[in-house]
């Protein structure tokens, strides 16, 4: 089992393939193996790799360290320990937010351009702000089902995530992940939802192509609000997907594979 030490924890990753690095980076409460059509697909014809970030999957539980920002120094440290130069970093949900924290901290130095799977600007509403998927009242409902009935809010998020039923595969994949991630790192993610900032102001400066996508049947957050994100991006393409919900990695792995290929093959 690959791992690596990265500032102080160490996390589980996986390395497929060669040719131009991909580095996928999963959403809260899920892990790497959301990307298992991308990684053993893509690895025909790229270097595939995804980590999962310290406190979910097969990665080390830490007491400390959760924060978007610090999972962003921990994707930096992970480049560099791999030496990955003119990457290109998949974000999904939480992911995107991550690497958008990776931006603003480290620049586009090793960033080749970045992908945005289903996540918009800024998943809290704000009075001038005419998206947002939760407010205060959101939060602190989801925070007491965490600590009171954290397997039945898994089982509400594998149906809410997607647009159809999930399979047995799929549901089992969902409950899996998502019971990696002890409840207190769980809570603390989403007490941080309550502070985090707006990334318009971030989304506006990135200085590499960007890949847009989102879900037709989102539940979570409307598809104008993922597709505003291409709209504040200098250089950006968007994708609609539509039979997918939240999780278009799984829900439509050839489509996403065949797009984001056309996409990379195209800088």
Known sequence: MP???????ELYYEDHGEGDPIVFLHGATAGLRYFEPQLASLSNEYRTLAVDFRG????????????LSQYARDVHEFL???DLDDVVIAGWSMGAIVSWEYIDQ???????????????PSPMKRDDYEYGSYGRDDLEQTINQIQTDPLGLLEEQ?????KEKPSRELRNLI???GSQTPPAIQGTLMFGLLYLRDYRDILSTIDVPTLVCAGADEKWRSVESVEYAAEILPESSFELFEDSGHCITVE???????????FINSL
């Open 175 to 177: 409950l899996d992940e």
């Open 80 to 82: 560099r320990q791999l």
């Open 56 to 67: 979910h999957g097969r990665s080390e539980k830490t007491e400390l360290g959760h924060t």
């Open 3 to 9: 791992t690596i030490q990265c500032n102080g924890a």
């Open 158 to 162: 594998a149906t809410g995530m997607l």
């Open 106 to 120: 480290f620049g586009t130095d090793r960033v080749r351009a970045m992908v945005d799977v289903d996540m918009e």
């Open 252 to 262: 439509e792995p050839e489509r996403f594979n065949r797009i984001l290929s056309d």
